[in-house]
Structures are given as C-alpha cells and as structure tokens.
C-alpha cells in the first residue's frame, strides 16, 4: 500500500505561486491515477487535478489555466504547481492516488484509495 505525503504548503500573497510536492513511498509507475483535493474550513471537498499513468490531465474550472499537474515516476514525485493565487484557493491540500485507471476525474479524486494527510496553503489579498 503506497504512502503519500505532501509538502509545499504555506503563506502567500493573492497572485503569488506555491508548488506542492507528493512524495510516494513507491515508483509511480503502477499508480494508474493521481490527483489533488482540497478542503476549506466549512466546505466540502473539491477535487482540484487529476493525472493517468500517461500523462493525462484534468482539472477543475476554478484552477483551470492558474495550475498544473505533473508527475515524476523516478522521483515518486506528484506535483501541482499553481499560480495567480487567490483567496479563495486557501485550504488543505491533500494529493491521492489509485492502482488501477478508473474514471481518474476530479469528482473522484477526493475517494481515491489512498491519500495523504495534507498540506496547508493560506493566500491573503
């Protein structure tokens, strides 16, 4: 059972920058779909990205064009790099991930089998 754990979480200004990093404790190679997920005090979870073994992507319309997706199978590495912060991306982050395709949609993302215990981005206007 692969364990994730992210990084990258922090404090930054309405237009800044963050990256966020999902370390597996396995090569990516077998984790058919991964993805990211945040939840905001009060609201309930969105599904932010998604990325297949083969590169494909998808992404929610709130973050669409402002992030991207990527992943690093010799790194074990999941990313999301994500710009022209805005207040309202402020939540817990959490990354996600699955043995076997799936639909591999953000509306899945959240109840993926095995996801990480989060990391927290604060964005101030």
């Known amino acids: 059972q692969v364990k994730l754990v992210e990084s990258g979480g922090g404090s930054v200004q309405s237009g800044g920058s963050l990256r966020l990093s999902c370390e597996a404790s396995?090569?990516?190679?077998?984790?058919?779909?991964m993805g990211w997920f945040r939840q905001a005090p009060g609201k309930e979870r969105e599904g932010v990205a998604t990325?297949?073994?083969?590169?494909?992507?998808r992404y929610a319309d709130s973050v669409r064009g402002r992030s991207t997706i990527s992943r690093d199978n010799a790194a074990k590495t999941l990313y999301l790099q994500m710009n022209n912060l805005k207040p309202e991306d402020t939540a817990m982050y959490y990354c996600?991930?699955?043995?076997?395709?799936?639909?591999?949609?953000?509306?899945?993302?959240?109840?993926?089998?095995?996801r990480g215990k989060g990391t927290l981005v604060t964005i101030s206007s």
């Open positions: 396995e090569y990516l190679n077998n984790l058919d779909c």
């Open positions: 996600a991930a699955q043995y076997y395709i799936g639909r591999c949609t953000v509306a899945d993302v959240a109840g993926m089998n095995y």
């Open positions: 990325i297949t073994s083969d590169g494909y992507t």
